[in-house]
């Protein structure tokens, strides 16, 4: 473990198993007290068909409290709850997207999103809650709009990459949808003022500083200024994405710019990147290794750019697939690996 | 090393004969870093437009996925110059979500079983 002129380690606090297969996504509830007083609920999906939640007891440890299963046919690719936390979608290499609903201590299948002709790779929610977004194979990313009664309807198809898309993530103030794919490129999609419909304002390729091959994980800071990709290239990149929240209809959109690029962490893709709320950069990859990063503070006049805050190396004993901070506790951070563990980590300053 | 890499014995789709009696593969095409749990495999596809070349690469990593220890770290490519979308060929053999996606095929996963079903197996 490397540490760079701050006292800080990461400690493995639990390690979770019982996956029969890897961990391909985590998903901390933003508002777990809505689903029976539960003080942090962790989702995971995985290659062996089902979906876990991880509760935690009286003991401060996670536990499995519950076992979605025998509702998708083949891998649970990735997990995202509601803004409100009383939902959970799950999304499947069997092209479907279901949506559970807590009830009453159990979480029922209410509704089964279906359209994508291969597999799903991604799915996310708006913070406004109106909105869920998947992506797909078959290179479309798809827009959903909430309806009452637990229905679904399909609001938007979106063409525009040439090759398999590996994730969504929705902007976290605004309507604002960004897509990565196997064709190297970010998309950011939004909604024309007036016709609602909904289409590609900016796309990020080689030619604009970005990634030299598949693009598989994007972020966004708690303040929505800030976006983080990770890449099969080996880097991690970070935009300016703060015209997203500083401008009004009118104006049209201002593009996003790179930023800077961290290379030279990771030997192996960087499967998944991802911000906490107080300016960490966890990223996870194919070397086992996970590392943090912060904004090297004091460059009024340059651009920001960021350090190596510290790496864990064999931090797991295969390929990390996802990092997800949890909301609700800054310094706790999860990850997920092909090794079918998930760890628990707190970032802890020593002096 | 005596790992089963020295003997793929792995049977092209399209001809009787194993991978490494056709040449597809040979010894001097794998590179194994034992320290950096690193393998890598270049592979000759039997001809240069053969639709099968995917298929090869895929079997060649199913086999070292079940036969070397988790912690390997396996890249699989074409050799250069010998198959016209190379580049598209190995970055679809080392995407892993890919190849997860594409081994839960009962069909793809059929012809791979059958290719790596053993008529002889010689462990050295």
Request: aromatic letters at 8%; proline letters at 3%.
């Amino acid at each position: 473990m490397e540490l760079l002129d701050s006292n800080v380690d990461l400690k493995e606090l639990q390690k979770l198993q019982g996956h029969a297969d890897r961990v391909w996504g985590l998903a901390w509830n933003p508002a777990p007290h809505n689903c029976g007083g539960a003080s942090a609920m962790l989702a995971s999906c995985s290659g062996d068909k089902t979906l876990r939640i991880w509760q935690m007891g009286p003991t401060h440890r996670l536990d499995c409290s519950t076992i979605l299963e025998d509702t998708h046919t083949r891998t649970v690719r990735s997990c995202a709850w509601s803004p409100c936390g009383k939902f959970l979608a799950t999304a499947s290499f069997d092209s479907t997207t279901a949506i559970w609903k807590y009830v009453g201590g159990d979480f029922e299948c209410v509704a089964t999103l279906e359209g994508h002709e291969n597999e799903v790779k991604s799915v996310t929610w708006s913070s406004s809650g109106t909105f869920l977004a998947t992506c797909s194979r078959d290179k479309t990313v798809w827009i959903w709009e909430v309806q009452p009664g637990d229905e679904y309807d399909c609001v938007a198809v979106l063409q525009g990459h040439s090759q398999d898309v590996k994730m969504v993530q929705w902007h976290p103030l605004v309507d604002v949808l960004v897509s990565v794919s196997y064709d190297n490129s970010i998309k950011v999609w939004a909604e024309d003022g007036d016709s609602d419909d909904w289409h590609c304002v900016q796309t990020l390729n080689e030619g604009s500083s970005g990634h030299a091959s598949t693009v598989w994980s994007v972020a966004f800071n708690s303040s929505g200024d800030r976006m983080v990709t990770s890449s099969d290239d080996l880097t991690l990149k970070i935009w300016d994405t703060s015209s997203a929240i500083s401008q009004t209809d009118t104006e049209g959109f201002a593009s996003w710019r790179h930023l800077c690029t961290l290379s030279g962490y990771h030997g192996r893709t960087i499967f998944s990147a991802h911000w906490s709320s107080e300016g960490i950069i966890a990223s996870g990859a194919g070397d086992d290794a996970l590392c943090l990063f912060v904004e090297e503070k004091g460059n009024s006049i340059e651009e920001p750019s960021y350090r190596l805050l510290l790496k864990k190396e064999k931090a797991h004993d295969m390929d990390i697939n996802s990092v997800r901070w949890n909301p609700k506790d800054q310094r706790i951070l999860a990850s997920a690996s092909d090794d079918g563990t998930i760890k628990i980590w707190e970032v802890r300053e020593i002096s | 090393m005596s790992y089963a890499l020295q003997n793929l014995d792995i049977k092209d789709p399209e001809h009787p004969y194993s991978l490494e009696e056709l040449k597809v593969v040979s010894e001097d095409s794998i590179e194994v870093d034992d320290k950096l749990s690193h393998v890598r495999v270049v592979f000759t596809p039997t001809v240069e437009h053969c639709s099968m070349a995917t298929i090869i690469g895929l079997c060649i990593r199913v086999k070292l996925m079940r036969s070397l220890p988790s912690r390997f770290k396996v890249d699989i490519l074409v050799a250069p110059g010998t198959h016209e979308t190379e580049a598209s060929i190995n970055k679809q053999l080392n995407d892993k979500e890919r190849v997860a996606a594409a081994l839960e095929n009962p069909n793809l996963l059929e012809i791979v079983e059958e290719c790596l079903s053993p008529s002889f197996q010689t462990w050295t």
